[in-house]
């Protein structure tokens, strides 16, 4: 079953409006957590490590004040689009390891924005 | 320079028959590890297989297997006797470092396999 839920898997928004996507590991703790975006036909390319307790770390070229991460918990790590533009429209996808298990990189299913 | 290279944008296989899925990667940290994921059209990442730096043998799970050739850096994945359900985009990754560090995935750019009935 799945180990790494993400929330929502579809989300359609206006322009200029903001959009939270949850990524939550269901049975284990993740310190670290992988935020990643996918352009159709594409390979995916790393946004953000997500840190508990601590600020994000972002890869170049990816806007921290719009790309919003909050890691609160150990079983959670949001990311929110902020003033959402059509050009944000993209598939997203979250990851966390259970280290404890050793297992290797657990992926949420997606979250599919749409702006218009 | 690219870390994770897979050269094969989109392959062809017959349903039953076996197909090799090629990539190559760039390190030099003597630690790492090698994975391969299955994306479907739905989009979810779903692991295949798993090959550690040091590991001696060759990683099998079932229909897949690596095929882990550490001097020429590439880690071909093998998948015997296809169904027409392995189609679907396949992605090689890379994390560099120890196993036990929660290390980012770094991907090649896929290959859209596509199995004929």
């Known amino acids: 079953g799945a180990v790494v839920s993400q929330h929502p898997s579809r989300v359609i928004c206006k322009s200029g409006t903001s959009v939270k996507i949850e990524c939550r590991s269901l049975?284990?703790?993740?310190?670290?957590m992988f935020w990643y975006r996918q352009f159709p036909k594409q390979s995916l390319m790393l946004m953000a490590t997500s840190n508990e307790g601590s600020k994000a770390t972002y890869e170049q070229g990816v806007e921290k004040d719009k790309f919003l991460i909050n890691h609160a918990s150990l079983t959670l790590s949001t990311l929110t689009v902020t003033s959402a533009h059509p050009e944000d429209s993209s598939f997203y996808i979250c990851?966390?390891?259970?280290?404890?298990?050793?297992?290797?990189?657990?992926f949420g299913n997606g979250t599919r924005l749409t702006v218009t | 320079a690219q870390k994770i290279t897979q050269t094969q944008p989109g392959m062809f296989v017959q349903e039953k028959e076996a197909v090799t899925l090629d990539c190559t990667y760039d390190?030099?940290?003597?630690?790492?590890?090698l994975f391969w994921y299955k994306q479907p059209s739905s989009g979810e990442m779903i692991f295949l297989i798993y090959q550690g730096s040091y590991d001696q043998q060759n990683a099998t799970e079932g229909r897949y297997s690596l095929n882990f050739q550490k001097a020429r850096k590439s880690a071909n994945l093998v998948i015997s006797a296809s169904q027409l359900g392995d189609s679907a985009m396949y992605f090689c990754a890379m994390r560099e470092g120890l196993q036990n560090a929660g290390n980012m995935l770094t991907f090649g750019g896929g290959t859209r396999l596509m199995v004929k009935p």
């Open positions: 990851s966390a390891r259970d280290l404890k298990r050793g297992s290797p990189l657990h």
């Open positions: 049975d284990f703790q993740a310190t670290t």
């Open positions: 390190t030099s940290d003597p630690s790492y590890g």
